[in-house]
């Protein structure tokens, strides 16, 4: 497709409409996903991409209208097969419209939501079991552990650990003992929150780091990431981990309002009011792990 670069900055438009850094990422991955659908000069980087696809949309709509509606159809049909849930549809909606809003490009937003589905609030999956659990750390990758044990006992979210460092991990003793380790998530985002994760996530994210060191890397608490390997398809099904983790907090008795705070979950009107602190948080987290 070959298209002439005009003197559009939608993608600085487009960034700017963005507050946290996180949310941006994850909008640029799906603008990406669709400009290679609709094989929009892949060679270029996505700034110029952005760019130019605002130039083309602004002096044709209906050519940008096409475009949209034919990469949502794909993604409807592999909803229809249950390739993706309803939600991941729903996300690339939310980035392509963000996208042409702060670009001034005029799309018909109601015909194309008319056609979509109604999307469920929760997806159709469920926790792993600890048989499950068990049997996924036998698999002989010394990665494994540090990765399982952390996510179930965290509730951590997948793309949390591109944001680790292994100084946003913090072990927590009690008569000379690690009971567990308090971590930052997202560190200085504005979703920034802390969880807490068991001495032995802790002692397994230890052996790792570890061995890099070994291997002759050289181990920088603000700068080294906690990065566990570019495959993680291991763990598809990461989403079940917060599952297991919440269900067995709920289980163990721990205060619900406590488990969604862990989690980064909004509490409603609770956001505003509820306060309770790291050593309360703590208190509770350790009776529902013991």
């Not at 994850?26 to 700034?47: A, G, H, S, T, V």
């Not at 790792?208 to 603000?222: H, P, Q, T």
């Not at 979950?265 to 013991?290: F, P, V, W």
């Amino acid at each position: 497709m070959e298209i002439v670069e005009g003197e559009s900055n939608s993608y600085s438009m487009f960034v700017y409409a963005i507050r946290s850094a996180l949310t941006r990422d994850y909008y640029l991955r799906r603008l990406r996903r669709f400009f290679d659908f609709i094989n929009l000069e892949k060679q270029r980087p996505i700034e110029e991409r952005c760019n130019l696809f605002a130039d083309r949309g602004k002096s044709d709509p209906d050519w940008a209208f096409n475009r949209i509606m034919g990469f949502l159809q794909f993604q409807k049909e592999r909803l229809e097969k249950r390739e993706i849930t309803g939600a991941t549809l729903c996300n690339f909606l939310k980035a392509i419209k963000l996208f042409c809003e702060m670009s001034d490009i005029p799309v018909p937003w109601k015909k194309i939501s008319r056609g979509l589905p109604k999307i469920r609030r929760f997806a159709d999956d469920r926790a792993p079991t600890i048989e499950e659990i068990r049997k996924i750390a036998e698999y002989p990758d010394r990665r494994i552990k540090s990765v399982l044990f952390t996510m179930a006992s965290s509730g951590i979210r997948l793309g949390a650990w591109d944001y680790l460092r292994w100084g946003n991990i913090r072990p927590i003793e009690r008569d000379g003992k690690v009971v567990a380790a308090k971590m930052i998530v997202y560190a200085g985002d504005e979703e920034e929150y802390f969880t807490f994760t068991t001495s032995e996530a802790y002692t397994e994210l230890e052996k790792w780091m570890a061995y890099r060191s070994g291997c002759g890397e050289l181990i920088n608490e603000k700068r080294t990431k906690l990065e566990l390997g570019k495959k993680r398809h291991e763990f598809q099904a990461d989403h079940g981990f917060r599952k297991w983790f919440k269900t067995r907090c709920e289980l163990s008795g721990m205060k619900s309002i406590n488990v969604e705070t862990l989690m980064s979950h909004s509490i409603g009107i609770g956001d505003s009011y509820y306060r309770a602190t790291e050593t309360e948080l703590l208190a509770d987290y350790l009776k529902a792990i013991e």
